[in-house]
């Protein structure tokens, strides 16, 4: 997969433009308060600056801050990371999965020796055999997969237990007949591959007919669910955090939401420079229809403010001291500089958040262009 376009961020452009060009006339003010003379305001809004100007009022609400990026929407777990499809039992391979098959808990994996090998969900690995009177973690996950199949009710076997019961060997014992299997009611180590969830094969590194060697790996999975990946330009980091919402556009221009569901760790160089990996996942996977390796294009909303004063970037001064200001005009055409303190940037709307002695109704000069 080729890598993504380096992300770009629009604040910093559209400020400096802005400020470009409002900045001779703070120069020359330079106050942070101050009162022009009404008499010297021209009619339409054009001050005694000459430069022209018209009016915007100064709002009150929510606003956000987004970062975009481009992404490529694929077949990925929500966090990044491929499933390994690990063998623990000894024999001949005699069945194996093929690339682009899913495959689901209860379904056969793959066949050793003509035995079946099955898929069960879980987040503790198969590591030894389970029998009656065992307890713990993978036998708890084993309890769940038998009442989630159907081979024993909630009421029978706790599938929050951790102990190897009578109900469990039961429900074991109808899995393994309908799986063609001696009906032993216990799970020997190398009959079940527990995978967190289903899965698609990316990959299969095993040789029908060679000898299946415990430990050895024998495919590569994904989830079944398609999820966006975004190269994120290192510096940009730590102003994307799991849990952000997302807008992703698709390639016939539809959006659809989405959310970060993850951010790598380890850094990459490449052809747009040291990335990040930042995996997105789609609230509702549909809207994307059966789309797979295509470039989408991502707004990722970084900071969420739900109560601001809102004013144009282009209305803010740049004034010869530092700092920012706006020019505000009440009913008797009066201008006044007020200083402001920006906050968050509405890159999309081209506005930002600013705190000063400035409240919600009031009229702001802005260029006239």
Request: charged share 15%; hydrophobic share 40%.
């Amino acid at each position: 997969m080729p890598p993504s376009p380096e992300p770009r961020r629009r604040c910093g452009r559209l400020l400096a433009g802005a400020v470009a060009v409002v900045l001779v006339v703070a120069v020359v003010v330079g106050l942070t308060t101050g009162v022009f003379d009404p008499h010297h305001a021209r009619a339409g809004g054009v001050s005694d600056n000459e430069y022209p100007t018209s009016f915007a009022t100064v709002t009150e609400g929510p606003l956000s801050s987004q970062l975009s990026a481009s992404g490529t929407l694929e077949y990925t777990t929500s966090g990044g990371s491929d499933y390994t499809v690990v063998n623990q039992a000894s024999g001949t391979f005699s069945k194996l999965p093929s690339a682009g098959e899913t495959v689901s808990r209860g379904d056969v994996l793959y066949r050793v020796s003509n035995d079946p090998v099955i898929l069960l969900y879980g987040d503790t690995p198969a590591y030894r055999s389970l029998y009656e009177g065992d307890t713990g973690p993978d036998v708890r996950e084993l309890n769940r997969n038998l009442v989630a199949l159907g081979y024993a009710t909630s009421i029978e076997l706790d599938p929050s237990s951790v102990y190897f019961s009578d109900e469990t060997a039961d429900a074991l014992e109808r899995l393994q007949d309908k799986l063609g299997e001696d009906e032993t009611g216990y799970l020997t180590e190398g009959q079940a591959v527990f995978l967190t969830g289903q899965v698609r094969i990316t990959s299969v590194s095993a040789t029908l007919g060679t000898s299946a060697a415990p430990g050895a790996v024998i495919a590569q999975a994904t989830s079944t669910s398609r999820n966006v990946l975004v190269n994120l330009d290192a510096s940009e980091q730590t102003e994307v955090k799991v849990g952000d919402s997302v807008q992703v556009t698709l390639p016939d221009g539809l959006t659809t939401p989405g959310v970060v569901s993850g951010i790598g760790t380890v850094a990459s160089s490449g052809s747009s420079g040291t990335t990040i990996p930042v995996h997105i996942s789609l609230k509702h996977p549909r809207e994307a229809g059966t789309l797979d390796q295509a470039p989408v294009s991502v707004e990722v909303t970084t900071v969420a403010v739900k109560n601001a004063l809102i004013v144009p970037v282009d209305a803010l001064l740049a004034l010869s001291g530092g700092g920012y200001a706006v020019e505000t005009v009440n009913a008797q055409a009066v201008h006044q500089l007020v200083a402001v303190t920006l906050g968050t940037f509405d890159d999309a709307a081209g506005t930002v958040q600013v705190t000063g002695d400035l409240q919600a109704g009031v009229r702001i000069v802005v260029p006239n262009v």
